[in-house]
């Protein structure tokens, strides 16, 4: 894990280096949301001329990007292999004279990697997760892909390790850099209208933030849900994020009967002001990497339940920082949620111990500070 120690002074020439960001799609996703906020830090502390492409799709996060003054565009990909989009990006790069690419999962190495040594550039690439990466060939891909990078780096140690022995990355190659988050948008974060939520002040709120996909196990949580209402009238599942499994989830929660008791809220913005907002925060997956809406969530002090899988053991520890379950498991995960429902202390316990923990290891200016030194390290190269 990182420390809050500072790294030392980059020293910076007069001339902004051009840097560009490869991410999948302009959604406020995991990946979407280190890159933003990465361009954002170098932007103010100078030195680089940042832009992020998307292979894929535009999102909400064009909006933000343009009110942040950083130029972004998406490629609207139209298949697997769309070499419209690798030509595209070759020419953004020229035209730009980008020096340094950073690339974020396997599929925009691909493109972006591939573009940035046609281009002339330097390449930097990142692996958020491991459980998409499962296949042999899929690995071998990686591999081959991974020669086209300076450096790899993975956002949680079990991700390093996987990287070094399954996939087969040189171990003088890797380097782990936790996903950090600023710490201050979420200590000050103010709660929302519980009107606003279409939730009464007496409702105990439970929040979700992740992508509606079946392997963030939304579905799972529902049933879980339905559960803990037999007891829990007033509970209340607030689920923040979009995604490809939406219909399917709507549909299940109105077979489970949960019209009154779940809210759909889309793709936000505010995910500050929602987290305040929950008296409670869940990750039901049933696969993951290290995700960032735990860390955001501990940086609220907020009591979390999460399943054990992926990197999620590194980042909550049982019974100090929250609650760890089976994934796939709706009665355990019920009756966590209800343990805390009925134990105000321990959620208070819980929720300042994981405001220490991501103080001392994810604070997300070490998280920048580390970054720019594999740049700088690269770039020097």
Avoid at 159 to 183: D, H, M, W, Y
């Amino acid at each position: 894990m990182q420390t809050t120690m500072r790294g030392p002074a980059v020293k910076q020439s007069h001339t902004p280096v051009p840097l560009a960001q490869v991410v999948y799609a302009l959604a406020i996703g995991g990946s979407e949301s280190l890159a933003h906020r990465l361009v954002r830090s170098l932007k103010e502390r100078g030195g680089y001329a940042c832009s992020i492409y998307a292979v894929d799709r535009t999102g909400p996060l064009a909006a933000m990007l343009a009110a942040d003054g950083i130029p972004c565009m998406a490629f609207a990909r139209r298949r697997r292999l769309d070499l419209r989009v690798l030509i595209g990006l070759i020419a953004r790069f020229r035209s730009n004279k980008t020096r340094l690419v950073h690339t974020h999962h396997i599929g925009q190495l691909l493109y972006g990697g591939l573009a940035a040594r046609l281009a002339g550039a330097r390449v930097v690439h990142t692996e958020h997760e491991f459980y998409s990466l499962a296949r042999p060939r899929t690995q071998r891909l990686l591999r081959g892909l991974t020669t086209l990078a300076d450096r790899v780096t993975a956002v949680a140690p079990a991700v390093t390790a996987f990287l070094r022995e399954s996939v087969g990355v040189a171990e003088a190659k890797l380097q782990t850099i936790a996903n950090g988050v600023p710490l201050d948008l979420f200590r000050s974060a103010r709660p929302l209208h519980r009107a606003a939520l279409g939730c009464d002040d007496d409702d105990f709120v439970i929040g979700c933030v992740a992508r509606l996909s079946p392997e963030k196990g939304q579905a799972v949580l529902l049933k879980a849900v339905q559960l803990l209402r037999e007891k829990y009238p007033r509970v209340r599942l607030l689920l923040i994020g979009e995604g490809e499994d939406r219909t399917r989830l709507r549909r299940f929660a109105d077979e489970l009967g949960l019209n009154g008791g779940v809210r759909f809220l889309g793709m936000r913005s505010d995910v500050p002001e929602l987290i305040a907002s929950c008296d409670l925060v869940v990750l039901p997956s049933l696969q993951e990497g290290s995700p960032l809406a735990l860390v955001e969530a501990l940086a609220a002090g907020k009591a979390v339940v999460a399943t054990e899988t992926g990197a999620i053991p590194e980042l909550i520890q049982h019974g100090q920082t929250g609650l760890l379950v089976p994934p796939g498991n709706p009665r355990v995960l019920s009756a966590a949620l209800g343990y805390l429902i009925d134990d105000d202390e321990m959620r208070r316990k819980l929720g300042g111990q994981g405001i220490q923990m991501v103080e001392q290891h994810f604070d997300f200016r070490v998280t920048a500070d580390r970054y720019r030194e594999v740049y700088e390290s690269v770039l020097a190269r």
